[in-house]
């Protein structure tokens, strides 16, 4: 029975020392964390709050300030990096590249610390335009721990300056489980059969091809452009068959290449079929924008009455601006001539609304354009046009 009380007593018994223990830890850790906020200047605080409240030039000035007394202290390496940033961000791309190549002088950047610092030297190079320099640092990134960063950074170089080899090089370096740059490479031996469909080198051009649909067999593009190689060497038939299937990669590039597949079908003697074909296609794909090209062949091949009559019909089907725009170009010589002008001033208002509220937009970052790009100058992503214009 004492052995028992014994055992209850002797943890009470150990309490006071417990808490004492505890109250000396946090005595000690409380001082350490107020020591340490002594010794941090207080320009540092008033440059977080000036980069709170977006105020970059009051912030320059005051990490500048912290940075001149704390340079030969192991705390000014992260701050040094951090201010050749925000030197970077502001446009100050000398002052970011003065900053960054006096760390890499210190001897005490080494390893990890000096791969950090050259991967911000490239970007300063690369923002300030020097291209080549920026390139020639990254290149000698991409062993180390920065390899997958300056890689990344290297395909948006190679991108840039279309230099679509090196930039399939790159993705294909970067090509792994999680994300494979199928699409991207695709894209890129794309550009490289369009550069040699210009040049008339036709045999390059669908070699380009043929590799862009084996990395990603539902690019749309790479039909297109062999339809356009099959036109340019008049395999009409060829030229249908590649604009055709498109189809069934994704129907909505059909209005790209809707006139194109006219064409072919019309060297073939067969234009009532051709247009027979696109009708097909608005009347399974509303959203398609063929109206223009449907009333314009329709137009030649079965005269006015019955190309404006078809005309209305289609666009019924999903009316829009353009539509309601072209149904009023087609009434006009049919209305009462005191109404005629009325009419026409309506459909000039209808147009002009039309040309600034129907554009492409990019799916991703939804940059707009009156015009059609593949690779998107707002965000680079690739594809990502609506291929039909919208109301934006």
């Given at each position: 029975?004492?052995?028992?009380?014994?055992?209850?007593?002797?943890?009470v018994?150990?309490?006071?020392?417990?808490?004492?223990?505890?109250?000396?830890?946090?005595?000690?850790?409380?001082?350490?964390?107020?020591?340490?906020?002594?010794?941090?200047?207080?320009?540092?605080?008033?440059?977080?709050?000036?980069?709170?409240?977006?105020?970059?030039?009051?912030?320059?000035?005051?990490?500048?300030?912290?940075?001149?007394?704390?340079?030969?202290?192991?705390?000014?390496?992260?701050?040094?990096?951090?201010?050749?940033?925000?030197?970077?961000?502001?446009?100050?791309?000398?002052?970011?590249?003065?900053?960054?190549?006096?760390?890499?002088?210190?001897?005490?950047?080494?390893?990890?610390?000096?791969?950090?610092?050259?991967?911000?030297?490239?970007?300063?190079f690369?923002?300030?335009?020097?291209?080549?320099?920026?390139?020639?640092?990254?290149?000698?990134?991409?062993?180390?721990?920065?390899?997958?960063?300056?890689?990344?950074v290297?395909?948006?170089?190679?991108?840039?300056?279309?230099d679509?080899?090196?930039?399939?090089?790159?993705a294909?370096?970067?090509?792994?489980?999680?994300q494979?740059?199928?699409?991207?490479i695709?894209?890129?031996?794309?550009?490289?059969a369009?550069?040699s469909?210009?040049?008339s080198?036709?045999?390059?051009?669908?070699?380009?091809?043929?590799?862009?649909?084996?990395?990603?067999?539902?690019?749309?593009?790479?039909?297109?452009?062999?339809?356009?190689?099959?036109?340019?060497?008049?395999?009409?038939?060829?030229?249908?068959?590649?604009?055709?299937?498109?189809?069934?990669?994704?129907?909505?590039?059909?209005?790209m290449?809707?006139?194109?597949?006219?064409?072919?079908?019309?060297?073939?003697?067969?234009?009532?079929?051709?247009?027979?074909?696109?009708?097909?296609?608005?009347?399974?794909?509303?959203?398609?924008?063929?109206?223009?090209?449907?009333?314009?062949?329709?137009?030649v091949?079965?005269?006015?009455?019955?190309?404006?009559?078809l005309?209305?019909?289609?666009?019924?089907?999903?009316?829009?601006?353009?539509?309601?725009?072209?149904?009023?170009?087609m009434?006009?010589?049919?209305?009462?001539?005191?109404?005629?002008?009325?009419a026409?001033?309506?459909?000039?208002?209808?147009?002009?609304?039309?040309?600034?509220?129907?554009?492409?937009?990019?799916?991703?970052?939804?940059?707009?354009?009156?015009?059609?790009?593949?690779?998107?100058?707002?965000?680079?992503k690739?594809?990502?046009?609506?291929?039909?214009?919208?109301?934006?």
């Amino acid at each position: 029975m004492d052995t028992v009380v014994w055992w209850w007593i002797i943890p009470v018994c150990f309490l006071p020392v417990f808490f004492a223990m505890g109250w000396f830890a946090a005595r000690v850790d409380m001082r350490a964390v107020l020591k340490q906020a002594k010794t941090v200047p207080t320009d540092f605080y008033a440059g977080v709050d000036a980069l709170v409240d977006k105020n970059t030039d009051v912030a320059v000035r005051a990490f500048g300030d912290v940075l001149a007394k704390q340079e030969d202290t192991p705390d000014a390496y992260e701050l040094a990096v951090s201010m050749g940033k925000l030197y970077r961000n502001r446009g100050e791309n000398d002052k970011a590249i003065a900053l960054h190549q006096k760390l890499l002088d210190s001897p005490d950047i080494i390893g990890e610390k000096r791969q950090r610092v050259l991967y911000e030297l490239g970007q300063d190079f690369q923002n300030a335009g020097l291209v080549d320099r920026a390139e020639q640092i990254f290149q000698g990134l991409k062993e180390g721990n920065a390899g997958k960063l300056a890689r990344e950074v290297l395909l948006n170089i190679y991108q840039q300056d279309r230099d679509w080899e090196k930039a399939i090089e790159i993705a294909q370096e970067l090509s792994h489980d999680a994300q494979t740059y199928q699409f991207e490479i695709a894209q890129f031996y794309c550009e490289l059969a369009q550069t040699s469909l210009f040049r008339s080198q036709f045999a390059a051009a669908q070699d380009y091809i043929a590799l862009a649909l084996g990395y990603n067999r539902k690019c749309t593009r790479a039909n297109m452009l062999r339809g356009d190689v099959a036109m340019a060497e008049q395999r009409y038939q060829d030229a249908i068959d590649a604009y055709a299937a498109i189809e069934q990669q994704n129907h909505v590039y059909l209005s790209m290449v809707g006139e194109k597949l006219f064409d072919a079908y019309q060297a073939l003697d067969q234009a009532e079929q051709g247009l027979n074909v696109l009708i097909g296609y608005i009347r399974t794909f509303p959203q398609l924008d063929l109206i223009d090209v449907i009333y314009e062949k329709a137009l030649v091949l079965r005269g006015e009455e019955a190309a404006a009559a078809l005309t209305a019909e289609l666009v019924r089907i999903q009316p829009d601006l353009r539509g309601a725009y072209r149904l009023l170009g087609m009434q006009l010589s049919n209305l009462d001539p005191t109404w005629r002008a009325d009419a026409d001033m309506m459909r000039g208002i209808v147009g002009r609304y039309a040309r600034k509220a129907l554009m492409y937009r990019c799916r991703h970052c939804h940059f707009k354009s009156q015009v059609f790009f593949w690779h998107c100058p707002a965000c680079n992503k690739w594809e990502t046009f609506t291929p039909n214009k919208i109301e934006v």
